[in-house]
Structures are given as structure tokens and as C-alpha cells.
């Protein structure tokens, strides 16, 4: 049973700095693609950055490019997503999510895609 845990989420100014804690455990994840998605209250949940395991090669929306990292540890089994020069439209409750299957690298931002959810963690960021 894969789970996903996600920490790391609280409240930040401005322009400040935020770091995502993925903890996966339930698989061996060195095939899976992992994923942060975000859902702000309204609207629908939208991909903000992914890593394939084997490999590392990441992916960004555009709207985060160039202020977030997403990266993994081996040995920790752990994605992380670090935040940099936060904005209020950033606000939102940021999820972990993996798969084994995604091979397509135009499926990636597709929260259908993904099999595993994590629970969500927080982010507000207040000016």
C-alpha cells in the first residue's frame, strides 16, 4: 500500500521561503513519477511540479518556474518541493502525489493520471 505523507506547509509573507516535505513509503519508488499538485479554495487542483525517480528529470509549471525546486533523497524515500519568492496567489493546499505508469511526459501535469494521494498540507501566504 503506497502512502504519501505531506509536511512542511504554514504561513508565510511575501517573497519568503517555504520546503514541502514528501515522505512515500508502501513501494519501491525508483520507477514512479512524483508529483506536487495545489488547490486553492474554488478552483480546480492544478500541477505545479514533478520528478521522474529514476533519473530525477523534473518539470514545472510556468507559473513556478525559476522559484520552486522539486527534488528527491534516496535513501530518505522523500520528495521535497522548496518554495522561494512566494506570492499570495501561492496560497493553496499543496498535495504529494506518485505512479508507476506515467511514461508520457504530456501526462505529467494531469492530476488523473496519478494513482496515489497524499493528504495535504497548507500553504498561506499573506501580504
Known amino acids: 500500500q503506497v502512502q504519501l505523507v505531506e509536511s512542511g506547509g504554514g504561513l508565510v509573507q511575501v517573497g519568503g521561503s517555504l520546503r514541502l516535505s514528501c515522505a512515500a513509503s508502501g513501494r519501491t519508488f525508483s520507477s514512479y513519477v512524483m508529483g506536487w499538485f495545489r488547490q486553492a479554495p474554488g478552483k480546480e487542483r492544478e500541477f505545479v511540479a514533478a520528478?521522474?525517480?529514476?533519473?530525477?528529470?523534473?518539470y514545472y509549471a510556468d507559473s513556478v518556474k525559476g522559484r520552486f525546486t522539486i527534488s528527491r533523497d534516496n535513501a530518505m524515500n522523500t520528495v521535497y518541493l522548496q518554495m522561494n519568492s512566494l506570492k499570495p496567489e501561492d496560497t493553496a493546499v499543496y498535495y504529494c502525489?506518485?505512479?508507476?505508469?506515467?511514461?508520457?511526459?504530456?501526462?505529467?501535469?494531469?492530476?488523473?493520471?496519478?494513482?496515489?494521494w497524499g493528504q495535504g498540507t497548507q500553504v498561506t501566504v499573506s501580504s
Open positions: 520528478i521522474r525517480w529514476s533519473g530525477g528529470i523534473t
Open positions: 502525489a506518485a505512479d508507476p505508469r506515467i511514461y508520457n511526459m504530456n501526462y505529467i501535469r494531469l492530476a488523473n493520471q496519478y494513482d496515489y
